[in-house]
Every structure is written in C-alpha cells, then in structure tokens.
C-alpha cells in the first residue's frame, strides 16, 4: 500500500510540476488566470497525497476536475460568441456598404437630365427651326445642319442653282434603283419616300424640297429603319423660318 501511494504521489509531481505557475490576478486574460488558478489548486492536491489520505484527496480531486471541464466549455462558448460577433459586424457592415451603394446609384438616377427637351431647335445654317426629339443637337455638317437626336438622323441644306422639281428628284432617285416610291405634296414642296437594297441591307430614303422665300432647302436622310425613316419625314415636315 505504501508502495502504491508513493508511486501515485511521484506520478502526480511530475505532472504537476509540468504545469505553468499560476500569474498575478488581474495581469491576464479572464480565461488564463481561472488556468492558473485551476493549476495551483492540483498542486495542494498533490500536496494532500503526501500528508492526507486516499479517500481525502480523491474528494478533493472531483470538483476539480469538475471545474476543469467547465472552463473548457466556457472558453469554447466565449470563443464561439466572439466569432458569432465577428460574423455578425462583417455582415452589418457588407449591409451598409450595400445601402450606401444602393442610395448613391438612387441620387445619381434622379440626377437631372442635361438633354435638351422635344420641342423647336433651330438651324443655324440655313435659319429655320423644326421640331425634334428630346437631346437632339445641331451639328455643322460641310456647310449644311445635321440634326441627330432619339431616331432622328437628317440634314437641311440649301439648294444652289436651279430649283429641283419633283421629276428632276424622282429622276435622281433612278440611280439608287428605288422600291416603293411614294410622293406627297405640301403647300410649299413635296416628299419623295422610298427604299433600296444596299451591302449592309435595306436603307430607307427621305427627299423632302421645301420653299421658304426665295429659298429652297433639301431635307433629306438615308435611314436603317423604317423609324427613322418616319422620324425625318416628320421632322423635315416640321420646318419653318
């Protein structure tokens, strides 16, 4: 028996004197120091299997090792909470960031448009205006106004020499082997529409002759659509002085 009880009590030092000593309370992390408390209480322990008996010492080693398992399961869950929190601050703070992104593509939404609105724009090249879409805009094109805006896409230009007749256009058009020629008369001109096959497709024609004093202008567009085809028509139409 007394052989036993030595060989447990220098079994028990080894281990004991393994183990850190115990550090100042207050100096360390709350996890740390119930370490070194926990370390301090195996050492009176083992003091008590070299001065008390068997059963004394098995009674005190039992709500040790029961507090022992408890700080094990607390620092898992304080680790545990810890990442939950890390989690949860890096996904609060992916919202805000989301939000912030959201309300700036808002306020750049409703951002005014500096487009210029549909209504009358003039020509500065040959002095009338007419009616355009909403950021149509005025471009000097070799001595003619070039007007592109939305599905619009003409140019007016001033007729030199000779006024163009309605047969000296539909004379013009021949060369371009036009389909579905169609004309219509205005008080102070007429419209010649039509289309015809090209490399890239189907383009589609306006020749429009208008007078404005002693003054004729050629509004004229060769469009990829029918749309646009329709968008000069109605604006050459729409010109005045």
Excluded at 83 to 111: I, M, T, V, W
Excluded at 128 to 142: E, F, I, N, R
Excluded at 206 to 233: M, N
Aim: net charge negative.
């Amino acid at each position: 028996m007394r052989s036993t009880r030595s060989t447990r009590m220098s079994r028990t030092l080894r281990f004991t004197a393994s183990l850190p000593l115990a550090r100042v309370h207050g100096s360390v992390p709350e996890s740390e120091e119930k370490s070194a408390r926990t370390v301090d209480s195996l050492r009176l322990v083992t003091a008590c299997y070299v001065s008390c008996d068997m059963r004394t010492a098995t009674l005190l080693l039992i709500p040790l090792l029961c507090s022992s398992l408890a700080l094990v399961g607390c620092d898992s869950g304080e680790k545990k909470a810890d990442g939950e929190k890390k989690a949860d601050g890096e996904q609060k703070a992916d919202g805000e960031q989301k939000a912030d992104g959201e309300r700036k593509d808002d306020g750049d939404a409703a951002e005014p448009d500096d487009a210029a609105p549909a209504g009358a724009i003039e020509l500065p090249k040959t002095g009338l205006k007419g009616t355009a879409p909403a950021g149509a805009k005025v471009t000097d094109m070799m001595g003619s106004d070039m007007v592109q805006g939305g599905s619009l896409v003409a140019t007016v230009s001033k007729v030199e020499g000779e006024a163009t007749t309605v047969e000296s256009a539909k004379e013009d058009a021949e060369m371009y082997g036009p389909k579905g020629m169609t004309e219509e008369t205005l008080d102070d001109g007429f419209v010649l529409v039509f289309t015809n096959e090209g490399s890239a497709g189907t383009n589609y024609w306006v020749k429009a002759y208008r007078t404005f004093g002693d003054e004729q202008v050629e509004c004229s567009t060769t469009a990829g659509s029918e749309e646009q085809q329709t968008a000069a028509v109605t604006f050459c139409k729409s010109l005045e002085k």
